[in-house]
């Protein structure tokens, strides 16, 4: 008789390690990024001693600093040490450097700046459901906050700008425009996403529909384009006021933001706008249907937990339910890049 042999699982606690370890590589790209380092080696490669002059650092940690950078896939070197001369990846010095139209970085100087202090007090927010902002101490939102200072203003837009660009070249393309003639950007901010469809589909005229705020820096934003005859900019408050009747209307990174019925209001009011067949267009990091695989549309909704009263991310089958009960006929799911997708609802 043939003994069995049982063997044993191997069981190890590196991915443990590894995330609850992570903000140290974290951080690191965070500094990196808030410093300037890749915008300063898209111009030439250096070597470390001259990377400390111009960025202003103490010799001490310098290498440790740069070569775990390398190590992460982030920097390149030739040589070592006192030797090394370093110079930009592939992908940061196409997505990292402040200079280039594709520069992601401001969502994550946005992270350092802002982010990374809040998620410090995560466990409060979990214990109370209090955002972790400025709310918690009596403060104003996050959008009060940061359009009381055009510094912070600067930053938030650039990082909303960032974080979309690719899903809202995504969409354009992905989505078929062809039987449409009219597109309104609720909560356009800059007009990124009108003009990106403006662009790419010659027959279609846009507007983006945000505060009165943002007026100028959309306007100016678009006259720098040359499609300010396709592409229209209209003030307003999308919870105030009706929004502008267009074919196609959509919401990116907007419900996120609101608690449940704040949510219902903003998709009826697409609704009441929207001719029949008309599409809604939400873009959102949609978390998928069985809550396991989407790990940063979850983070995302414990990042509104943080800034918001009553925000939180959702899935396809919760918008399926909400659209559906608003008298929407047909709901699907398109992916877009990495975790985000969007969710088009046809009237």
Not at 66 to 95: A, C, H, P, Q
């Amino acid at each position: 008789m043939k003994s069995e042999v049982t063997k044993e699982k191997q069981v190890s606690p590196s991915k443990i390690m590894q995330v609850g370890l992570g903000f140290w590589s974290s951080k690191i790209l965070l500094s990196a990024v808030n410093m300037g380092v890749f915008t300063l080696l898209a111009k030439e490669e250096l070597s470390g001693q001259n990377i400390m002059k111009k960025l202003n650092l103490h010799e001490r940690g310098l290498y440790d600093f740069l070569d775990t950078l390398v190590s992460l896939n982030f920097l390149e070197r030739k040589g070592l040490k006192e030797s090394s001369i370093y110079s930009n990846t592939e992908e940061t010095d196409m997505f990292l450097d402040k200079n280039k139209a594709s520069y992601i970085g401001g969502m994550l100087e946005l992270a350092n700046n802002r982010l990374y202090s809040y998620w410090n007090t995560l466990e409060d927010g979990l214990k109370t459901g209090v955002p972790q902002n400025e709310l918690k101490n009596g403060g104003t939102t996050i959008f009060e906050d940061v359009h009381s200072d055009p510094q912070k203003l600067k930053e938030f837009l650039q990082a909303m700008e960032g974080l979309q660009r690719f899903n809202f070249i995504a969409l354009s393309k992905k989505f078929d425009f062809n039987n449409y003639k009219t597109h309104c950007d609720v909560g356009g901010s800059l007009g990124q996403l009108a003009l990106q469809i403006a662009l790419d589909h010659n027959h279609m005229k846009c507007i983006t529909f945000d505060l009165p705020q943002l007026e100028s820096v959309a306007k100016n934003n678009i006259l720098s384009t040359g499609l300010g005859d396709r592409v229209s900019v209209y003030s307003g408050d999308f919870f105030k006021d009706e929004f502008p009747k267009a074919d196609v209307i959509t919401m990116g990174n907007v419900l996120h933001n609101w608690g449940l019925e704040d949510k219902k209001t903003l998709i009826k009011k697409a609704f009441a706008a929207l001719p029949k067949r008309g599409a809604l267009i939400v873009i959102e990091n949609i978390i998928d249907d069985d809550r396991r695989t989407n790990s940063f549309g979850l983070m995302m909704s414990l990042q509104m937990l943080i800034e918001t009263s009553s925000g939180y991310d959702f899935t396809a089958a919760d918008f399926t339910v909400w659209a559906k009960q608003i008298g929407f006929s047909e709901i699907s799911k398109m992916p877009l890049t990495g975790s985000t997708s969007a969710i088009i609802a046809i009237k």
